[in-house]
């Protein structure tokens, strides 16, 4: 029995993630199509002198059923297990994170922590008598957490991450705060509560040799079940038949100067939304095209310091809240894996985001080391003479923004894309959905299932946007 031929767009973890789920069932005939030199993407891993680098902090968790399972099956006996140490800067001092009252005590001083207690035992009372629906990121953490523990944390970090947060839709505070309330927080501060897997990841996993193995495992398997990665690939456009393009048979590409068809019975794609509303109607579609260009993102640049020491940090990664720091979060490469550089030196990653054409995204990659370097020699971690070298990375349009109009957004570009009778959308970018690794393979293992039920792409589509709504981040 032949194979149904099935063309995943995309390279990254999830475009892999629903390759490997797909070729295992030795049911389709599958082909990833990567534009890259190399697969991956931002989950990948890379060599830069002397040291295996990933693009930012990775981790290996998931709370969703089977998901990390599948994963560590996947990279049997090459992962490490680490017990999580994440820790936040305040007021100059590293607390842990999440935040426990006794340090914070000590750091804020009697008055602002009796300040801070007072804010949240009026959140806990306005909860009992019930909220209204919050309209934004900043009312949703003010009803549940008060305004003080708000503007200490949440609202300068979400400046720094996703932009004003008066502006951000309250989705982006259910996606990234697992506490459900002051009440639950205060009692996982004061230790009446226990952290469970569903809020805290207490430990984790991460591949010895960089993060970019899992993708790599995945594209091995797909290679392993008779599939084809291409690599370095240009896609030209899509065959379609049937009134206003409502099927894709075909996607031409083009490979080292080699233009070819590849048939396609299922289209699964995990570019960024403009870019395949464009290639299925090209400009016929004014609606889809104001919908899917007003999708908004931030941008994603890292900056990394090589050190002469054998190592820094003692956490696996650090917050930073406060706007007198550039980064966001650190993290140094070793302590996930000391494999990953030589004995006598160490790298450390400064990580943050922002928006195109800021004053952080045309700074200069001299100016952005110099302020990351200034902020570690602030927080005592290194002496400047300590570094000797430095790389920046920048990646656009990384991080999925959910303003006030995404929802509608959303509804229009999908509505509009599932009107195509064998395309599904996947990943972090093809979904809009702020995710993390764990979520990209769980997509991948849906529409597979679904796929070999029969299912059509469309009743995937709609209970995969359903499913994906529901994934919270645990940090």
Not at 32 to 59: M, Q, S
Request: with cysteine; proline share 5%; aromatic share 10%.
């Amino acid at each position: 029995m032949a194979k149904e031929p099935i063309v995943i767009l995309g390279g990254g973890v999830g475009g892999l993630a629903a390759g490997w789920f797909l070729a295992r069932t030795d049911r389709y005939d599958v082909t990833v199509v990567e534009r890259a030199p190399v697969i991956g993407g931002l989950c990948g891993t890379f060599e830069h002198n002397g040291f295996r680098l990933d693009y930012g902090p990775h981790k290996m968790y998931s709370v969703i059923p089977g998901v990390l399972d599948e994963m560590r099956q996947l990279l049997d006996g090459r992962l490490i297990e680490h017990r999580k140490r994440h820790r936040i800067f305040l007021r100059g001092h590293a607390l842990d994170y999440p935040l426990q009252m006794g340090n914070l005590a000590k750091v804020l001083g009697p008055a602002q922590f009796l300040r801070l207690g007072l804010g949240y035992a009026m959140a806990m009372l306005k909860g009992v008598f019930g909220r209204s629906t919050p309209a934004s990121y900043a009312e949703y953490v003010i009803q549940r957490f008060g305004r003080q523990v708000y503007e200490l944390v949440f609202e300068p970090l979400a400046w720094k991450v996703w932009g004003d947060p008066a502006v951000l839709h309250p989705d982006m505070a259910r996606t990234r705060i697992p506490s459900s309330g002051a009440t639950e927080l205060i009692l996982n501060l004061l230790g009446l509560k226990k952290k469970s897997a569903e809020t805290d990841a207490t430990y984790f996993y991460y591949p010895k040799n960089g993060f970019g193995e899992l993708p790599q495992a995945m594209a091995d398997e797909i290679i392993a079940h008779g599939g084809r990665i291409l690599v370095n690939a240009r896609i030209n456009g899509f065959e379609t038949q049937g009134d206003n393009n409502h099927h894709v048979s075909g996607v031409s590409v083009t490979v080292d100067g080699d233009t070819r068809s590849l048939p396609c019975h299922t289209l699964v794609s995990s570019l960024p939304l403009p870019v395949l509303g464009e290639f299925v109607f090209g400009d016929r579609d004014p609606e889809l095209i104001r919908a899917a260009s007003s999708l908004k993102f931030r941008h994603l640049i890292l900056v990394y310091l090589f050190v002469r020491k054998p190592n820094v940090l003692e956490d696996h990664w650090i917050f930073f809240p406060e706007r007198e720091f550039l980064f966001s979060r650190i993290f140094e490469q070793k302590v996930l894996s000391p494999s990953m550089g030589p004995a006598d030196r160490t790298v450390l990653c400064c990580d943050f985001t922002c928006s195109a054409g800021d004053d952080i995204w045309t700074s200069t990659d001299d100016q952005l080391v110099a302020r990351c370097i200034e902020g570690l020699v602030t927080m005592g971690s290194i002496r400047a003479e300590d570094v000797e070298g430095h790389l920046v990375k920048r990646s656009q349009n990384f991080y999925p923004v959910y303003d006030l109009t995404y929802t509608e957004n959303m509804k229009n570009v999908s509505r509009r894309l599932q009107s195509v009778d064998n395309l599904l959308t996947t990943g972090r970018i093809g979904m809009y959905n702020y995710n993390n690794s764990d979520h990209c393979v769980d997509m991948g293992r849906f529409i597979a299932d679904g796929l070999s039920r029969g299912e059509s792409t469309t009743t995937i589509w709609k209970n995969l946007e359903q499913r994906v709504s529901a994934y919270r981040i645990v940090d």
